[in-house]
């Protein structure tokens, strides 16, 4: 399994960098993470952020924009404005989260 050293810390990744053990993540490793896909956070990011990382302790799975919408209250149009491109893979991706089933 692939390493990368974040924050003076080695972390799990795959092959496209996204995280595989979650419970690596914390909001400095998420604050990085964001910058690195030139995503600057602010209060609704973390927001929504939140909500994934909630909803996957509960499911055991990444939420799609559906779900992010639908039982998040974040609207696809906001998801967009805030991760703009790919919404839910740049979410799950800053979430410290596998992506969604059916995110290329």
């Given at each position: 399994?692939?390493?990368?050293?974040?924050?003076?810390?080695?972390?799990?990744?795959?092959?496209?960098?996204?995280?595989?053990?979650?419970?690596?993540?914390?909001?400095?490793?998420?604050?990085?993470?964001?910058?690195?896909?030139?995503?600057?956070?602010?209060?609704?990011?973390?927001?929504?952020?939140?909500?994934?990382?909630?909803?996957?302790?509960?499911?055991?799975?990444?939420?799609?924009?559906?779900?992010v919408?639908?039982?998040?209250?974040?609207s696809?149009?906001?998801?967009?404005?805030?991760?703009?491109?790919?919404?839910?893979?740049?979410?799950?991706?800053?979430?410290?989260?596998?992506?969604?089933?059916?995110?290329?």
């Amino acid at each position: 399994m692939p390493t990368q050293n974040m924050l003076g810390r080695e972390i799990h990744v795959d092959d496209e960098g996204f995280l595989t053990e979650p419970d690596e993540w914390d909001e400095a490793l998420g604050a990085e993470l964001a910058k690195q896909i030139d995503i600057e956070m602010t209060d609704r990011h973390w927001e929504v952020v939140r909500f994934l990382r909630a909803d996957f302790s509960e499911r055991g799975e990444t939420a799609t924009t559906r779900r992010v919408d639908s039982v998040g209250g974040f609207s696809v149009k906001e998801q967009f404005a805030l991760f703009p491109k790919k919404p839910a893979k740049k979410m799950a991706y800053v979430a410290g989260l596998p992506k969604p089933h059916g995110c290329v």
